[in-house]
């Protein structure tokens, strides 16, 4: 009787609860809602699971499922499904036991704080934040915070709430659209080569006359037009940045998978990669699982009425330059691409392990891409690769053709 008594208490404490959820479409990034079972709950009436705990802003308690503010409910079942799914795929997919190591996290959906290494959460007023979700590293307030203000907290994730911005104030931030990138490229060849074709036919009517032909007036309306209409281009496609972005900006990130995917990423990775540092290539390894486990043809694309944002392609092809290692290309997908590659190159399976071996050889404040992430890659090869020397030889040509 004992027996069946503990039986019946372990099967009511993990139980399962169904819920409506955000997912991508098969075979598309389009997106539609589903009712699914959210597994291993340990609370009746909560999102309070075995592996994670949902909770609002900065709250103590997790989410009620009976919540009279439904979108919040929303979120909490979103989030917890999609964790969920992650901490199964770096299980099985990746064959990693490292998320068994990850202790229970807890999961903030609508919070604005800035996160504070002192003491957990930044002041309400003190630059809150938006349109964006971060992992916060385990820690402690120090022994000289006043009474009352003491706080130990465990790994987490947050998850910022949405709000609408104007596009125009990102437009410096964002560069120019691609017509005015080509036309800028092309200003200083074109003016030179302008004002080299007006010095020669000078220095020709000057010291031999008999070859030349036309007025010097239209030499000089022909090459100043050159100048003057290329100036002129540059600066009309200017004013036609506005066209190539949304008008609006906003990121609900709690209800985008991929970010859920990318968050938890970076707590896996945290073993050996620090979640307190954003960089093109701590960034990009968390990429790099987000888009294997959502494995569509391109990652982050929009949500009607959740998110605005572009997505990153996996596949894309544009060829190293030094400003791919700049902190602001952070959120770019230049190395996704790269580790892409590899995938390409290698196969998914192995890409998978020789990337997430790649972790340990790296340093995770300097780490540069052209130097740093190729060598790593390369000796995790060594590590997992069937035949690294001939293996090895075959990423050399894809690192080459990217232009290292």
Same mark, same amino acid.
């Given at each position: %009787?004992?027996?069946?008594?503990?039986?019946?208490f372990?099967?009511?404490?993990l139980? #399962?609860?169904?819920? +409506?959820v955000?997912?991508r479409? *098969?075979?598309?990034?389009?997106?539609?809602?589903?009712e699914?079972?959210?597994?291993?709950?340990? @609370?009746?009436?909560t999102?309070?699971?075995?592996?994670f705990?949902?909770?609002?802003?900065?709250?103590?308690e997790?989410i009620?499922?009976?919540d009279?503010?439904? &979108?919040?409910?929303?979120? #909490?079942?979103?989030?917890?499904?999609?964790l969920?799914?992650?901490?199964?795929f770096?299980?099985?997919k990746?064959?990693?036991?490292?998320?068994?190591?990850?202790?229970?996290?807890?999961?903030?959906?609508?919070i @604005?704080?800035?996160?504070?290494?002192?003491?957990h959460f930044?002041?309400d007023?003190?630059?809150?934040?938006?349109?964006?979700?971060?992992?916060?590293?385990?820690?402690?307030t120090?022994?000289?915070?006043?009474?009352?203000?003491?706080?130990v907290?465990?790994? &987490?994730?947050?998850?910022?709430?949405?709000?609408?911005?104007?596009? +125009?104030?990102f437009?410096?931030? %964002?560069?120019?659209?691609?017509?005015?990138?080509?036309l800028?490229a092309?200003? $200083?060849?074109?003016?030179?080569?302008a004002?080299?074709?007006?010095?020669? /036919? %000078?220095?020709?009517?000057?010291?031999?006359?008999?070859?030349?032909?036309?007025?010097?007036?239209?030499?000089?309306l022909?090459?100043?037009?050159?100048?003057a209409?290329?100036?002129?281009?540059?600066?009309?496609?200017?004013?036609? *940045?506005?066209?190539?972005i949304?008008?609006?900006?906003?990121?609900?990130?709690?209800?985008?998978? &991929?970010?859920?995917? $990318?968050e938890?990423?970076?707590?896996i990775? @945290?073993?050996?990669?620090?979640?307190?540092?954003?960089?093109?290539v701590? &960034?990009?390894?968390?990429?790099?699982?987000?888009?294997?486990?959502? =494995?569509?043809r391109?990652?982050? #694309?929009?949500?009607?009425?959740?998110?605005?944002?572009?997505?990153?392609?996996?596949?894309n092809?544009?060829?190293?330059?030094?400003?791919s290692?700049? =902190? +602001?290309?952070?959120?770019?997908?230049?190395v996704?691409?790269v %580790?892409w590659?590899?995938?390409?190159?290698?196969?998914e399976?192995?890409a998978?392990?020789?990337?997430?071996? #790649?972790?340990?050889?790296?340093?995770?404040?300097?780490?540069?891409?052209s130097?740093h992430?190729?060598r790593?890659?390369?000796?995790?090869c060594? *590590?997992?690769?069937?035949?690294p020397? +001939?293996?090895?030889?075959?990423l050399?040509?894809?690192? /080459?053709?990217?232009?290292?």
């Open positions: %009787m004992k027996l069946l008594i503990f039986t019946l372990i099967v009511s404490s139980h #399962a609860e169904t819920f +409506r955000l997912v479409q *098969d075979h598309s990034t389009n997106t539609t809602y589903k699914v079972e959210l597994p291993d709950l340990e @609370s009746p009436d999102f309070d699971g075995k592996y705990r949902i909770v609002n802003g900065k709250s103590r997790s009620s499922f009976h009279e503010n439904r &979108e919040l409910v929303l979120k #909490a079942a979103n989030t917890y499904y999609h969920s799914l992650a901490r199964e770096w299980l099985s990746i064959g990693t036991e490292r998320p068994l190591s990850v202790p229970k996290l807890t999961v903030r959906v609508d @604005s704080n800035l996160f504070d290494d002192q003491g930044a002041h007023n003190r630059d809150p934040q938006f349109n964006n979700a971060l992992s916060v590293p385990a820690g402690q120090p022994d000289w915070v006043p009474e009352g203000r003491e706080d907290w465990g790994p &987490e994730i947050w998850f910022r709430p949405k709000k609408v911005i104007d596009t +125009r104030v437009l410096n931030e %964002m560069g120019p659209n691609p017509l005015t990138q080509v800028t092309l200003e $200083h060849p074109l003016i030179n080569y004002q080299n074709q007006l010095q020669v /036919s %000078m220095i020709e009517r000057l010291f031999y006359p008999s070859y030349s032909s036309g007025s010097i007036q239209n030499d000089l022909r090459f100043a037009g050159t100048i209409l290329t100036r002129f281009l540059i600066g009309a496609s200017r004013k036609a *940045d506005p066209l190539f949304e008008k609006w900006f906003y990121l609900d990130t709690a209800m985008v998978p &991929e970010v859920i995917y $990318h938890y990423a970076h707590i990775l @945290s073993d050996y990669l620090r979640i307190s540092h954003s960089t093109p701590l &960034e990009g390894f968390a990429d790099y699982f987000a888009a294997a486990m959502a =494995n569509k391109k990652v982050y #694309a929009k949500v009607p009425g959740r998110s605005t944002s572009q997505p990153k392609d996996p596949y092809k544009k060829p190293y330059s030094h400003w290692e700049a =902190n +602001r290309t952070a959120s770019s997908d230049f996704l691409a %580790m590659d590899v995938r390409e190159e290698l196969g399976d192995m998978n392990k020789l990337i997430f071996q #790649a972790r340990k050889y790296l340093n995770t404040e300097s780490a540069t891409i130097d992430l190729l790593s890659l390369l000796r995790s060594e *590590d997992v690769c069937e035949e020397r +001939r293996d090895k030889l075959r050399f040509e894809r690192f /080459s053709a990217r232009g290292f």
